[in-house]
């Protein structure tokens, strides 16, 4: 590696800061992260901003405005890798709800003067708009994965983050499968791992936070959960979460609608 | 034979750690029956037992207090000669060069002693045995856990509702591998175990447990046990020409029907005993100087797997599931001399949506076999 520290930004889009903020909360790896890069644009945790060009952008939230969408151009100008993290900047997030929805009509309930309002119909991933190197998933983000993926892309090698279901990671740990052995409804058969299969740890059900697993058969589930008495409403909240706009899940809960 | 009391039970336990083995036995947690360390017989399921359909998994109170009156459960005994999770190597760097600190060959894994093996499960070893110590190839971590193990088999006096291990020709009667092999008569006022004696080992060990010489008729009541069990079998599989009939029909459209309702979660290939494919990762910490090599399960269900450099030779799901059920029942005779199926049925009961491979094969021998008669009548 040179001599210089790479310089990493943290951008913020339509979002909650909890994904940005796993990087704060790497309490331990922290130090030595910021040994290791510059972190020259974090507005969450600094006012010191360099300006860029910068070696990493980290890009938390969707894109929701017409603004949005000239910022995340130029943010994708001045960054060599971008890498988006949660949800959010990968699916839409919880506010992609809104897709299915007239935003308009909520501009007027919502806002005394909704002619000031500016905003796009629907809330989308970031990839909908420019390349992205990386998509890190997860509602919010694991820390260690993140931690991870900025170490793979400071070493120019491939960041260990599997892409299969939520199940693995189940049995890796020894878990008693919920489904089976509780008849407890589960989105771990269609999820991607990343979260450790915490749910299912404390003999929960998975949400999906992590989104679609890679080659995600959602109806197979679905037909399964009604022969065990689920309804088709039931199916559509189920599958329409905090990445209800990602294509596979999306898929499906418009299929029980 | 030999008859061991159940109030004795707790001296051969003693007896295995009292030789330094990390006891490891059957024990209820989280409502199923897993295998975790143990300390005494209150650890067992006592009286405790389970009922199997495909999915469906659901622990029920005996009116007895058997310790092994259950099938078998959600994890095998792979996951301590095969561990999910090994480190096998951990290097750091040393200016231009580098410097291996440890690989898993000086590892020092736990001495075990299983008890609760059942002849299913003891297949199952026996044909890891093949994968991981064979004349070619031989890998360390799994030598190291495997010779030193000390195995109390048990034989199974009640059938689950997805086993077929009388199609298998692997149970539910034990023979030979063990050290020990367990017989529970529970019942009419008397709670015994009928012993075999497996190996030398096995031999000691049964020196210092309270013993007496079992009598025709006392090895009698447990040989009926197992017989009956073997009548009572929840599923069969039909493994006429079962090589030929996965081999013949790569391109029957019953695989699309399947792929279908495969979920991809590769839950079947977790829990089974004989699945053995595993991934390396590397990972290297920030500073870049120091850096591990893992290696953990890994499935012929992931998109990962079939991954290579120019793009990925398995890319559809009923690719994938042909594949390890082709490799399962037929590719495996021809790779290691016996089937990768043993007939515990866990991929039949832990399959979330309870596709059952005994069904699957029946389904792809009656398609194949209409298709056949198509043919000859020419339709």
Redesign the interface.
Known sequence: ?NARKPKVAVYKFASCDGCQLSLLDAEE?LL??A??IDISYFPEASRRMVRGPYDIGLVEGSVTTPHDVERIRAVRKECRTLITIGACATAGGIQALRNWKDVKEFTRIVYANPEHISTLDRSLPIGSFVHVDFELRGCPINKFQL??VI??Y??K?KP?I????V??DC???????V?????TP?L???THVGCGALCPSY?RGCYGCYGP?????T???S??MIEHGATKHELMLMFRGFNAYAEAFRRESDSHE | MFIIQRRDFDILISALKQRGYTVVGPAVRDNAIVYDEVNSASDFPVGWTDEQEKATYRLKRRADEALFGYSVGPQSWKRFLFPSHVKLLSVVKKGKTMEIQSDASNEKPPQYAFIGVRSCELNAIVIQDKVFMNEQFSDPTYVLRRHNAFIVAVNCTQSGGTCFCVSMNTGPRVKGKFDLALTEVVGNGVHHFVAEVGSDKGAEVMKEVPHKNADASGAGVAEKLVDATAQHMGRTMNTDGIKELLFNNIDSAHWDDVARRCLMCANCTMVCPTCFCSTVEDATDLSGDYAERWRRWDSCFTMDFGKVTGGNFRPSSKARYRQWMTHKLASWINQFGASGCVGCGRCITWCPVGIDITAEAEALRKNSVRIEAEHSTGV
């Open positions: 590696m790896e030595a992260i040994g290791t931690i991870e170490v793979a400071l070493h090698r260990n599997p892409t299969h279901s199940c693995i049995k890796l740990k020894g878990n008693v499968c489904m089976v052995a509780n008849g589960c771990g058969p269609v003999q697993m890679d080659s995600a058969n109806s197979a589930l037909a399964h």
